[in-house]
């Protein structure tokens, strides 16, 4: 498996999740057939040992496993027996990360941040790349990356500030911009401040969309129409957008060969 091997790049996709149980063999050909690379992302213990078997069955994707900041009170320990025993099949930590939102809901965030350290710890041993969830708590996410050698940090889902945004521009870090990016305004004032060569796509499925999309559950067929606006809001070829997007991933992520 090699980069240039594909056209199109879904960055971040919870192929796993149930709600996929009766599409994924669809979405599979789609991927085959448009000749795109979807970055199957892992949200606890049990989905990603789901990931793993799923992604190693087929060339069009990319298995990322990982504890979500909604799940931190899983055994650690017990992911770390399964991350050591299947480490030749894992491409990448995710997703991982903080989220404010949550404390509400009575999870605590410390207790987030310990779990965020422990698959950062992970992902910089075995030199893997990390996919990460940053809502309401990009500037604590930063800040906690400075002290890790990552090869590939993506800030997946990207809603930090413009300051945020400009200092990771001078940085290597890449910033992911989904669906919601084709309707909202406030993402499209972001992103259009953003440059092609830290910028990827990605559709979150199967997080449900609004406004064009129908309330549907996004889909890697969603991506075109992400670049698309992306080639409006730069006045960018489409195709030009796309090599771009290849050569960001290239960079940094290693694809191993089955
Ligand atoms: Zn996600």
């Known amino acids: ?28 050909n789609y991927l085959k057939v448009s000749r795109t ?6 949200e606890t213990l049990n989905d990603s040992k789901i990931t793993v078997e799923l992604s190693n069955s087929k060339d069009n994707l990319l298995s990322f496993v990982g504890i979500h900041p909604k799940y931190s009170q899983s055994n650690l320990e017990e992911f770390d027996v399964f ?10 930590v995710g997703e991982i990360g903080l989220d404010k939102t949550y404390i509400e809901r009575g999870i605590d965030f410390e207790n987030q941040i310990i779990t965020f350290k422990h698959m950062l710890q992970l992902a910089e041993k075995s030199k893997l790349p990390v996919s990460i969830h940053s809502r309401d708590a990009t500037q604590e996410v930063l800040d906690i990356l400075e002290s890790y050698n990552l090869p590939c940090i993506m800030l997946h889902w990207f809603s930090g500030n413009e300051d945020q945004l400009k200092k990771i521009l ?9 669906p919601a990016l084709v309707y909202s305004k406030s993402l499209q004032k972001l992103a ?12 979150d499925g199967p ?10 559950i996004a889909e890697p067929s969603f991506i075109p129409s992400i670049v698309n606006k992306l080639s409006n809001l730069w006045s960018i070829p489409f195709d030009d957008i796309l090599e771009q997007i290849s050569d960001n991933l290239k960079k940094y992520i290693v694809v191993r060969s089955n």
């Open 1 to 28: 498996m090699n980069i240039d091997d594909f056209d199109l790049f879904d960055a971040h996709i919870h192929l796993s999740a149930t709600e996929f149980n009766s599409s994924r063999l669809d979405i599979l």
């Open 37 to 42: 690379l979807a970055f199957n992302v892992s």
């Open 83 to 92: 991350f050591k025993d299947n480490l030749d099949l894992i491409d990448g």
């Open 170 to 178: 001078n940085s290597e870090i890449l910033v992911s911009f989904g």
């Open 192 to 203: 259009k401040l953003s440059h092609p060569e830290s910028t990827i796509v990605e559709t």
């Open 207 to 216: 997080v449900p969309f609004s406004a064009c999309y129908e309330g549907k």
